[in-house]
């Protein structure tokens, strides 16, 4: 094993355990928020130039540490200013693994969509991120590391404005089923010494996965936002598996009591538009009926088709049809647009490339099998 490979690396240590790391070698605290300033504010991975820092600390901190970015592999952007990076990751010799972040830049703010996991075992019907099976989770360095690079790709607007302005953890994967390495991603991103975005620029997207709803409700404050595809649990247990263990009745005490204990606004609701399994008039009915009286917005996600899905996009008329049955019944909803469809980065296209997988579905029973790609 190489020297390098021994170095301890600092991307994704939050303020607490980067003091602990300082402290392992006789630094003071304040050595930890120095460092986080460098890292997060001025983007610099160099120790060398973190020109503030004592010398022998920096001397210190090159034997034992790094800031070991992932590897961009390939940078596009589409007509509309989508952009969308592939960044590989490693795996097992031979076995290199290639995520997705996407930049999504719309007036007044900049959206940047990460991703938590290298596929998804969760295998939700109509996601591409869930057809391709799981690899493994990404560690936090990995999951900071996508802001950590593009922010350095899009830097500050003329005013000194840093561009991404929020953050969403609705890329590959699933983050709650990341946890241990989604919290501490999701702490550098509040901190004031890290990207200091507020509570409501950063959104946590999960397709359900209650028990750790309620272990997020002590651990941050972000923005909840839950994929329920479906007003009830006979549709829901077909769209999104995990459903078949924790049910919608389960699943919306969660979502308010996280609003409750985190003194939120409200959850946003994801709904992808399924043509014909999900958009019907009656279906909006019941949605309504669920969510009125609580703080809860709908967004409707027109679905984004990929080689190999059964399903089709709702019309335009059915989703905006949709929409205005849930605010008759006092539900707040909106359409989300298509973005970056020219280069595949809309919701639930993002493949990434994924070899060696597991493909791990949770239903009522866990079933793990290996395939060989
Ligand atoms: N695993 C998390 C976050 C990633 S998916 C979750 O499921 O919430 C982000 C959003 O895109 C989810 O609401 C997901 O259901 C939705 N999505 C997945 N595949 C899609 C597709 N093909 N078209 C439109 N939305 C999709
Ligand atoms: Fe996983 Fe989310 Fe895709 Fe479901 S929608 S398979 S939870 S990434």
């Known amino acids: 094993m190489s020297v390098a490979a021994e170095r301890a690396n600092l991307l994704g240590m939050h303020r607490a355990e980067l003091e602990a790391f300082v402290a392992g070698f006789g630094a003071k605290p304040y050595r930890a928020r120095q460092l986080l300033k460098w890292i997060y504010r001025r983007g610099e991975a160099d120790f060398s130039r973190m020109t503030d820092l004592a010398r022998d600390f920096r001397a210190g901190l090159a034997e034992r540490a790094e800031v070991c970015v992932p590897e961009i592999v ?3 952007t589409a007509s509309d200013g989508t952009r969308k990076w592939l960044l590989r990751m490693p795996g097992a010799a ?11 830049p719309e007036p007044g703010r900049g959206t940047l969509c990460i991703s938590s996991q290298i596929g998804c075992a969760l295998d939700c019907a109509f996601c591409a991120t869930g057809a391709q099976g799981f690899n493994r989770n990404l560690t936090a360095a990995e999951i900071i590391g996508q802001v950590w690079l593009a922010n350095r790709e899009l830097g500050y607007d003329p005013d000194g404005e840093r561009i991404i302005s929020n953050v969403v953890l609705m890329g590959m994967g699933e983050p709650l089923a990341n946890y241990r390495n989604v919290l501490p991603a999701m702490q550098l991103m509040l901190d004031d010494l890290g990207y200091d975005l507020s509570r409501r620029r950063v959104t946590l ?14 651990d941050v404050n972000v923005a909840l936002a839950v994929s329920l595809h479906a007003p009830n649990d006979r549709l829901r247990d077909e769209l999104v598996p995990i459903n078949r263990r924790h049910p919608i009745a389960e699943l919306l005490p969660a979502c308010w009591h996280y609003l409750e204990r985190q003194n939120g606004r409200s959850v946003t609701f994801e709904y992808t538009m399924l043509d014909g399994v999900n958009d019907r008039p009656e279906h909006a ?26 399903y089709q996009r709702s019309s335009a ?34 493949r990434g490339l994924v070899a060696d997988r597991t493909l791990v579905r949770l239903g009522s029973k866990l079933v793990s099998l290996a395939v060989r790609a």
Do not use: W
């Open 74 to 76: 390939a940078d596009r």
């Open 94 to 104: 031979g076995n290199e693994q290639v995520i997705e972040t996407v930049f999504i």
């Open 205 to 218: 997207s999960t397709s359900g996965l209650v028990p750790q709803i309620y272990r997020l409700a002590e």
């Open 285 to 310: 009915r019941e949605l309504a009926r669920l969510l009125h009286g609580h703080h809860a917005k709908v967004n409707l996600i027109p679905f984004n088709t990929f080689p190999g899905t059964k």
């Open 317 to 350: 008329e059915a989703i905006r049809r949709f929409r205005d049955l849930l605010m008759q019944g006092g539900v707040m909803a909106t359409i989300r647009k298509t973005r970056g469809d020219d280069i595949d980065a809309a919701c639930g296209q993002l």
